[in-house]
């Protein structure tokens, strides 16, 4: 019998995670799931239920997080993401940044196994340079609406490196752009879904200011791609992950 990787999703329930468990099992993974369903949707994996590979748990990573037997990664996707979160979840934003952050990072520890964060674009704010590449610094406003999830991914990515620098734990950082695809919440609150949405219902597209902003577009089929590749590399610096175009 061959072995397996047994892999723990936290966010698995939501939009990119679902479709991150959907590439592990075709990959050959076996693993635990887990998500509080606080924005995620148990529809997203229901088709999922009956592999037997496929663990559900239903926990709170914010708390203490345990998972026994073997593990050999942690994919860390789990934290509200909407705009329309970002008013009305701020104080769970924080914590899922932080808490649930190092409790998952004291599990690979641990456990001795790599450990993926899931991080944004959002790291760098209201840039004020356009493509952003990693090196830089961002601008960012941690008192504004959207202060509390621009710093929660920010802290999640230095309380990262801090575990890869101090504890040498084999650490990725993916900085992921907009992205779309089956399984976005219709009120999601970003480009592509308010304009399907407006679309279907007959209503005038809403493009906001002067109409000259851009944005990176990706297709979660192709962010899950740079995801897997990134978890393979020896890359311990954050990447960004979207469309150049």
Known sequence: MVDRPRTLVTGGAGFVGSH????????????????????????????????????????????PTSVPGPLDEVYRFASPASPKDFKGMPVEIL?????????LLELARDKGVRFMLASTS??????????QHEEY????????????YDE?????EAVTMAYHRRHGVDTKIARIFNTYGPGMRPDDGRMIPNFISQALAGEPLTVYGDGSQTRS??????????????????EARPVNLGNPV
């Open 20 to 63: 991150l468990c959907e590439r592990l099992l075709l990959e050959g993974h076996e693993f635990v799931y887990l998500d509080n369903l606080t924005t995620g949707s148990a529809e997203n994996v229901a088709h999922l239920a009956d592999d037997p590979r496929f663990e559900l748990v239903r926990h709170d990573a914010t708390l």
């Open 95 to 103: 914590k899922a940044g932080s808490l649930a952050t190092h409790n």
């Open 122 to 131: 959002e790291v760098y704010g209201d840039p004020l340079v356009h493509p």
């Open 137 to 148: 610094l961002g601008n960012v406003n941690p008192v504004g609406v959207r202060g509390a």
């Open 152 to 156: 929660a991914k920010r802290y999640a």
């Open 217 to 234: 577009v990706q297709y979660v089929d192709d962010l899950i791609e740079g995801v897997i590749r990134l978890a393979k590399s020896d």
